[in-house]
């Protein structure tokens, strides 16, 4: 169908707009009490951190195993964790950290994809969506101007897909969000650019009542749902100068205070410039607050949390980055009473080997940490237990379904609900239920 | 590489398809025979009287042919993977010659950038996107790819592909045997293979038998037991650093002890069917006997798929449905038509060229793909109807341009994309436009795909339209004192191959007024047609 819709809209936005507290305000307030449909934000900590340097410290493992780092009490007595994440420490009542996570990937992409997915399909036979299109599906409300799944910092773009879902559940990503968001202001002056979408209608309308094809109404379908983005007030959420700098400066320091070390002498945090995962956790926030039921942020594009080599000065670092912001980000959603309605998960694509070779850990998927927030879980636990060197689960191991099944319940969701991707024959749970899953009940 | 041909060498129907085919080289060399092209036009009207005579049974009107703009945009695209340049349009438009179409294809056919765009194709199929280092390979790949789809056929390019042996920078053909990494490259390339030499789905059979075709478990680890001889999880490494080499002693069980894959199963090479590996091929390397056994002319699945494939990139939809799921339960629209083309494709020495030509040069074919106005209006126009009409392939389906033919013609008509921030180039400006336009896989070419993110970028950033649109206009204008109108409609030939409507031109006149400089409006027009549904499909 041919809308007019986007010409009218885009002829009545104006380039004054609304005070963002004031629509924010408004939507806040629409939401009925304790009522408010879940939202999921997933810190995605690209590389792999090293479990036993940040959520599952082993002070009493050999020097070369337990490492450099210190495990210190936190707010749950018997919850100890590194001590590079000493505000977290402090907000461990509102977290469930899962020691056991056991997968079976332990290469970056095929990992990625599987944690992301939840299906381990490398010959591509079907696109399997991720976790963000699954959930924009399942709690994304239609017709808005916001996009439902939106990635924050440059992603692994080939695990951040909707796959068999389609256009409608595509993520949209803001590769610097100090930034903002790219391409969101047409080129020229908004008088031109109107005058342009009003020819293209005139244009497109003979196309389609010539060649009636279903593929050009959804390529025009989708050329309006951008124009209407880019002429809706809540696009204002991804833009930052619009909130104060005291709460800017609380997600972490500002972009030249902090300079990570790197390793060899080179720059090896990839693209992403300091300070920007903080940035990216506050557009996180504002995106929940204004309904996007699924953001992801991603910290360590290009090496990131992949310490082959000196482990301990860039765990250090990242963890203390990734400690403020997410401290920053809990309180915040807790203070707007939005905590108990966002699930935060924190985990990467595995964990690292309990040995320290050259001053580095390698990659383990066996045994390894994730981290869950809020979403309404009971907080204050550890879920799994490995051996006394982090090498192994010994209690409670955790499958990629069983977590992604978990994360799912927790929001709301069937896991167990089956898509219809097509040409394919068999229909496909959201979650692989080929073996049993497992879900983390004592969560719920 | 080699070990594969000597043993075919000896199989009398392929020699005499050889002695065959190489006497149809030789007189095509001397320039004096026309010989391929004749048989491949006498194939197209084979091809049109099944297809014709199935729309006649059913009742079903067909299309009128498309118009010659409507032609030269399409087999630009199909052939070449770009729209035509504004000089090849005008070139093609006004030629009165009454053969021009089939000269057209025979000059797509012959030059080298057909070949280029099938290996473009081919290699995002061999590829997956979740390869180490997959612009390096894709690009080594690609560039061999193309070489042989240029100058080989199809049986040696699998041949080629299936034997490989040495390291990727000796011989591209081993990125697909090693791109997989260890140990479950085994079952990847069971499935690769079966799916996209022979048309089928074997996948679902490695963890359990198929519910709806015959493929049992048993029959993919058959299948699997052939590539074992080079890939072990010991020797992952080593793959990297010496690249492919056999060691027959490796079988199945030494994947096994390296960690039990899904559905694992020991079983003799076998292929699909229950064909034991023989005594006298076992000489040979088992990769060697799988490219014998998957390309012989009696190989009953081998043909059958790239014949529906090529069909389904051509026309949309494949006489089976999905183009990759061949079995008894999935009839074909067209079993006649399928089984005429297969024995061709055979006899012609598995000639991608002669298969395409034959195709391309069929009135099916080059038919509009406009539902049109019934003649009579009596019947009334449905969706039903509509949709046989096209599923009969009385009618052409729309295609969505992919990423590669969207970032091809973009740069046919506005030259190289401008570098932009927001864009992540590290691995390449194709590379990068591929993967954020693209999709892994073979995804229905009829289904538009793209969402917000895609448009905001096509609408907004440099490197969709803003590329050197001013310096188009420029160019257009410079040839001698031409009107905005004359501009306009060479925008309208360079951008979507065709000149504007009466209608069209009355909306551009009143753009321009409303635009303040002529220059500036038909800059904006420029923008307006590259965003238009009509530049993003094939139709």
Redesign the interface.
């Given at each position: 169908m041919l809308s007019k819709i986007t010409r009218r809209h885009f002829l009545t936005a104006t380039a004054a707009g609304v005070s963002l507290s004031g629509w924010l305000g408004r939507l806040a307030a629409a939401a009925p009490d304790g009522q408010r449909p879940k939202s999921c934000i997933l810190l995605w900590m690209a590389g792999g951190p090293s479990h036993i340097d940040t959520f599952d410290p082993k002070p009493e493992a050999p020097a070369n195993i337990r490492g450099e780092f210190q495990a210190i009490e936190t707010s749950v007595s018997g919850i100890r964790i590194s001590e590079h994440f000493p505000r977290v420490a402090k907000l461990m009542q509102h977290a469930a950290v899962l020691r056991g996570m056991s997968t079976l990937e332990s290469?970056h992409?095929?990992a990625t994809?599987h944690l992301h997915t939840g299906y381990?399909n490398?010959?591509?036979?079907v696109?399997f969506p991720s976790l963000g299109a699954i959930v924009a599906k399942e709690l994304g409300k239609r017709d808005v101007a916001l996009?439902n799944f939106i990635t924050i910092g440059?992603g692994p773009?080939?695990a951040l897909t909707?796959g068999f879902l389609?256009?409608?559940?595509?993520?949209?990503?803001v590769?610097?969000p100090i930034?903002g968001l790219?391409?969101?202001?047409?080129?020229?002056e908004p008088e031109?650019f109107g005058?342009?979408i009003e020819?293209?209608q005139?244009?497109?309308q003979?196309?389609?009542a010539?060649?009636?094809?279903?593929?050009?109404e959804?390529?025009?379908k989708?050329?309006d749902?951008?124009?209407k983005?880019?002429n809706s007030q809540q696009k204002q959420a991804f833009d930052l100068s619009r909130e104060p700098d005291n709460i800017r400066e609380r997600y972490g320091p500002p972009p030249s205070a902090s300079v990570r070390p790197a390793a060899g002498g080179k720059m090896v945090s990839g693209?992403e410039r300091p300070g920007s995962f903080g940035q990216g956790c506050l557009m996180a926030r504002r995106l929940v607050e204004a309904g996007v039921p699924f953001v992801e942020v991603v910290m360590g594009d290009g090496v990131g949390w992949d310490t082959h080599r000196d482990n301990f000065p860039r765990v250090r670092a990242l963890s203390l980055e990734c400690d403020a912001a997410m401290a920053a980000l809990i309180k915040d959603l807790d203070s707007r009473g939005l905590l108990d309605s966002t699930l935060i998960a924190w985990m990467g694509e595995f964990g690292r080997t309990p040995q320290c070779t050259g001053g580095g850990r390698n990659h383990w998927s066996r045994a390894w940490s994730s981290v869950l927030i809020g979403g309404g879980i009971r907080g204050g636990q550890v879920v799994g237990r490995t051996d006394r060197d982090g090498a192994t689960v010994v209690d409670r191991p955790i499958s990629v379904p069983d977590f992604l099944g978990t994360v799912c319940t927790i929001l709301g969701i069937d896991y167990k609900r089956k898509n219809h991707p097509?040409?394919v024959?068999?229909p496909i749970p959201i979650v692989d239920t080929?073996k049993d899953v497992n879900l983390l009940t004592e969560l719920l | 590489m080699a070990c594969g041909k000597t043993t075919r060498g000896n199989h009398p129907v392929r020699r005499l398809t050889r002695i065959l085919f190489s006497f149809v080289l030789v007189a095509v060399a001397a320039g004096k025979c026309q010989a391929g092209e004749a048989i491949a036009a006498e194939l197209a009207e084979r091809i049109d009287q099944q297809i014709d005579a199935r729309l006649s049974s059913e009742g079903v009107r067909a299309a009128e042919l498309a118009d010659d703009a409507e032609f030269v945009r399409r087999i630009y695209l199909d052939l070449h993977g770009t729209v035509p340049t504004l000089e090849q349009v005008k070139r093609f438009l006004p030629d009165a010659e009454p053969n021009k179409r089939a000269r057209l294809i025979d000059s797509l056919l012959a030059d080298s950038r057909h070949g280029q765009y099938l290996a473009d194709i081919w290699q995002g199929y061999l590829i997956s996107p979740l390869a180490d280092d997959s612009t390096k390979r894709a690009e080594r790949f690609r560039h061999w790819l193309a070489e042989q789809f240029n100058t080989r056929k199809w049986d040696q390019i699998v041949t080629e592909l299936i034997t490989a042996t040495g390291k990727m920078e000796d011989n591209p053909a081993v990125t697909y045997l090693i791109e997989g990494r260890l140990p479950r490259a085994v079952p990847d390339l069971t499935d690769l293979t079966s799916r996209f030499f022979l048309g089928i789905r074997l996948n679902c059979a490695q963890c359990h038998d198929h519910p709806f075709v015959k493929w049992k478990q048993e029959e993919f680890w058959g299948m699997a037991a052939f590539f074992t001889q080079i890939q072990t999880p010991k020797r992952a490494k080593q793959v990297y650093e010496k690249g492919v080499v056999d060691d027959p002693q490796l079988t199945l069980a030494n994947l096994k002890d390296a960690g039990v894959p899904d559905g694992f199963i020991q079983r003799a090479p076998t292929f699909l069917g229950g064909q034991a590996l023989s005594q006298a091929t076992k000489t040979s390397t088992h990769r060697a006997a799988l490219a014998q056994w998957i390309t012989a002319p009696e190989n009953p699945y081998f043909a059958r798929a790239m014949v529906n494939r090529t069909w389904w990139r051509l026309c949309g939809r494949g006489i089976v449905q999905p183009v990759d799921d061949m079995h008894e339960a999935n009839a074909p629209s067209h079993p006649q038509l399928l089984e005429l083309l297969s024995r061709r494709f055979v006899e012609s020495g598995f000639d991608l060229k002669f298969l395409t030509r034959a195709i391309v040069l069929s009135r099916a074919y080059q038919r509009t793909s406009q539902p049109g106005e019934s003649a009579d209006k009596s019947i009334l126009r449905t969706a039903a109807t509509e949709d046989r009409q096209a599923a009969l392939f009385g009618r052409m389906s729309l295609k969505v341009l992919s990423a590669g033919q969207l970032y091809d013609s973009l740069e046919t008509i506005a030259g190289p994309a401008a570098k932009v921030t927001g864009i992540d180039v590290r691995q390449g400006v194709r590379w990068e436009f591929t993967q954020f336009f693209g999709e892994s896989g073979d995804p229905d070419p009829m289904a538009y795909r793209r969402g917000i993110p895609h448009l905001l970028r096509q609408m907004n950033s440099g490197q969709f339209a803003g590329r050197n649109l001013d310096g188009l206009v420029t160019r257009l204008g410079t040839a001698a004192e031409r009107s905005p109108e004359e501009i306009a409609s060479d925008l309208f030939l360079t951008i979507l191959s065709r000149r504007p409507t009466e209608n069209e031109l009355r909306q551009v006149k009143s753009h321009l007024a409303r635009s303040g400089s002529a220059a500036g409006g038909l800059r904006e027009l420029a923008w307006v047609l590259i965003m238009t549904s009509e530049f993003s499909l094939n139709h």
């Open positions: 290469d992409k095929l994809y381990q490398r010959a591509g036979a696109a996009p440059r773009q080939e909707a389609g256009p409608d559940q595509q993520p949209l990503t590769n610097d930034r790219d391409f969101i202001e047409p080129a020229g031109q005058r342009q020819l293209l005139g244009f497109d003979t196309f389609h010539r060649y009636q094809s279903p593929a050009a959804t390529h025009h989708s050329i749902r951008a124009v983005l880019m693209g097509p040409g024959a068999r080929s | -």
